[in-house]
Every structure is written in C-alpha cells, then in structure tokens.
C-alpha cells in the first residue's frame, strides 16, 4: 500500500488541528458530527507502529478487527470489537486531509466481504468529505452493498440533495428487487423517508402505499404507517382520501386495510366514520376485520366498553 499520509510534526498537534477545523457541510449548513471523542482518537494513533503514517495504520488495525468481527468471537465480546471498529475508522476522518484518503477504493474492496468495515468507513467519509460524498454514495448505492450503509448513504443523499435523494430511494422502493427477506425497504422508509419534511418525501410515501403490485407488504404498511404520523395538516384530506381507497380496494390484504383505515382516521375521520356508524357497509368483511372495526368504534366512542 502506497504511503497515504506523512505527518512531520508532533501528533498532538495533528488531533488539534482537527478539533479545531469545522466540520465538512453541505450548501444547506448539513453537518455529520463524529461520534467519537478526539482523546480517543490521539490515545488510539499513539498505540500503532507507524505513527508517522497514521492513516495506513489505522486501516490496516480497523481491516484487522472487522476480520475478527467476520470470523467469530467469545460470547460477549463483539460489542467491544465492533466500538473498537469504529474508534479506528472515525479516527482516520480526524487526520489532516482526510478528504483526501482513498474512501471509495477501500470500500470498494471490502463491500461485500467485510461489511461491518465498510459501514463504518462510509460513515467516516462523510464526516470528512461533507457534501463531496454525493457521487460517492450514488456510486456504491447497489444491491450488493452492506444494507446498513445503504440505509446511512440514502440518510445522505436526502440530506445535501433531497431530489436526488427522492431519486434513489424511488429506485430501491419501487423498481429493485428485494433479497430474500431483506428488510430494507421498511428500515429505509422507517429510518430515512419518514423523517423528510418536504412534499417530495409525502409523494414517494404515498407512491409505495399505493403500489399494491410490490411483493414486501411490510414496506406498504411501513410507508401507510409515516403517512399517518406525518399528520402533515396541508395534505392531511388528500392523503386520509387515498388511504380510504387503500382500505376499500384492498379486500384480501387485512394488514393494509386495518392500517389504512387506521390513517384515514387518524388523519380525516369524517370520512372513515360512516363506515364506524354503519351507513357505509365494509365490503368484503372477515371476522379480524370486524373486530378491528369494533375496536375502532370503542376508540371513537361509538360504543360502550360494556356493549
């Protein structure tokens, strides 16, 4: 491995220069902070051989527990491995230049035979490189890639370029093709979409709510599940409408029905309370499906705890 970095002058005083720079940010003034104290990051450096060449050596030992992390460890032992993981790679975000260090190739390399190593090293990238990791994260965001860091780069993308990263994640939810029980889809509507406040992220929502032709029900009830929470007051009719028609054009799927009438209630009752007061008729009724419906009655006060 060529030499990555040379430091000539004392190592504390590196640590300091980084204290004191300001974070990479976006256009937007997006920050990703590190997680991880700079004293631990100079006590860490000042362990390895090569001290000079910081940024090598903390590759070479975070590649060396990532590995550990692979093959097997004592019971008890991995959450102290996977901290000590990360210790190692934040810490090369800490380091002059740290723009600079080859991100994409290491990743590139271990992406798909040490994943845990990967994770952490797009997340020190983007500490480093700010909004440069743009075409970064659009690059390694493939079906093979660590489903963590995707969910990480999708967080990014949404951050310092919402259109792009409506884009992306439309790509993943809506056109690819799930690995085997992958809960993907629901963790990046759960952890990343649901928490976008802009319209761009309420259309997608409402794009995949709709998609009844999408094998994973659970991204479907995931997405009708932030619609609800939203509660986005300018939209709230619109939504509560498509939602009455999820309900109501979804006969054999009971989870999307109970969870879109759930939101249609929640959002706009009036038009779910004739179905609750019984001058609309629930088509397609089942037995769950009634119970539901009588729960929801009791939630709204339509009967009495004791009927």
Same mark, same amino acid.
């Given at each position: 491995?060529e030499r990555?970095?040379?430091?000539?002058?004392?190592?504390?005083?590196?640590?300091a220069?980084s204290?004191?720079?300001?974070?990479?940010?976006?256009?937007a003034?997006?920050?990703?902070?590190?997680?991880?104290?700079?004293g631990?990051?100079?006590?860490?450096?000042?362990?390895?051989p090569?001290?000079?060449?910081?940024?090598?050596?903390?590759?070479?030992?975070?590649?060396?527990l990532?590995?550990r992390?692979?093959?097997?460890?004592?019971?008890?032992q991995?959450?102290?491995?996977?901290?000590? &993981? $990360?210790? +190692?790679?934040r #810490?090369?975000?800490?380091?002059?230049?740290a723009?600079?260090?080859?991100?994409? /190739?290491?990743? @590139?390399?271990?992406r798909?035979?040490?994943?845990?190593?990967?994770?952490?090293?797009?997340?020190?990238?983007r500490?480093?490189?700010?909004s440069?990791?743009?075409p970064?994260?659009?690059?390694l965001?493939?079906?093979?890639?660590?489903?963590?860091?995707?969910?990480?780069?999708?967080?990014?993308?949404w951050?310092?370029?919402?259109i792009e990263g409506?884009?992306?994640?439309?790509?993943?939810?809506?056109k690819?093709?799930s690995r085997?029980?992958s809960?993907l889809?629901a963790?990046?509507?759960?952890?990343?979409?649901?928490?976008?406040?802009g319209?761009?992220a309420?259309?997608?929502? &409402? $794009?995949? +709510?709709q998609? #009844?032709?999408?094998?994973?029900?659970?991204a479907?009830?995931?997405?009708?599940? /932030?619609?609800r @929470?939203?509660?986005?007051?300018?939209?709230?009719q619109?939504?509560?409408?498509?939602?009455?028609?999820?309900?109501l054009?979804?006969?054999?799927?009971?989870g999307?029905r109970?969870?879109?009438f759930q939101?249609?209630?929640?959002?706009y009752?009036?038009?779910?309370?004739?179905f609750?007061?019984?001058?609309?008729?629930?088509?397609?009724?089942?037995?769950?499906?009634e119970?539901?419906?009588?729960?929801?009655r009791?939630?709204?006060?339509?009967?009495s705890?004791?009927?």
């Amino acid at each position: 491995m060529e030499r990555l970095l040379r430091i000539s002058f004392p190592l504390l005083s590196v640590a300091a220069l980084s204290l004191l720079s300001p974070s990479p940010r976006g256009a937007a003034g997006v920050a990703f902070p590190s997680t991880v104290p700079i004293g631990a990051s100079i006590a860490l450096i000042e362990t390895l051989p090569g001290r000079e060449e910081p940024a090598e050596e903390l590759f070479v030992h975070a590649r060396t527990l990532a590995e550990r992390v692979r093959t097997g460890t004592l019971p008890g032992q991995e959450i102290a491995l996977r901290r000590r &993981l $990360e210790l +190692a790679v934040r #810490s090369l975000a800490s380091l002059p230049n740290a723009a600079e260090l080859p991100w994409e /190739a290491w990743m @590139e390399a271990h992406r798909t035979t040490l994943p845990e190593l990967t994770e952490e090293l797009f997340l020190a990238a983007r500490q480093a490189m700010g909004s440069q990791i743009v075409p970064l994260a659009m690059s390694l965001d493939r079906w093979d890639s660590p489903r963590r860091m995707r969910v990480d780069m999708h967080q990014t993308l949404w951050a310092y370029d919402p259109i792009e990263g409506r884009n992306a994640s439309r790509r993943v939810l809506i056109k690819e093709k799930s690995r085997s029980n992958s809960p993907l889809k629901a963790e990046l509507i759960r952890e990343v979409i649901a928490h976008q406040p802009g319209m761009e992220a309420e259309a997608l929502l &409402l $794009e995949v +709510a709709q998609s #009844s032709h999408l094998p994973e029900e659970w991204a479907r009830r995931e997405a009708i599940r /932030a619609l609800r @929470e939203r509660n986005n007051r300018q939209s709230a009719q619109k939504v509560a409408t498509e939602m009455l028609a999820q309900f109501l054009a979804n006969p054999n799927n009971l989870g999307i029905r109970m969870e879109a009438f759930q939101a249609c209630m929640s959002l706009y009752p009036a038009l779910g309370m004739p179905f609750l007061t019984g001058e609309q008729a629930v088509p397609a009724s089942q037995p769950q499906l009634e119970e539901f419906m009588e729960a929801m009655r009791r939630r709204y006060g339509l009967v009495s705890d004791d009927s």
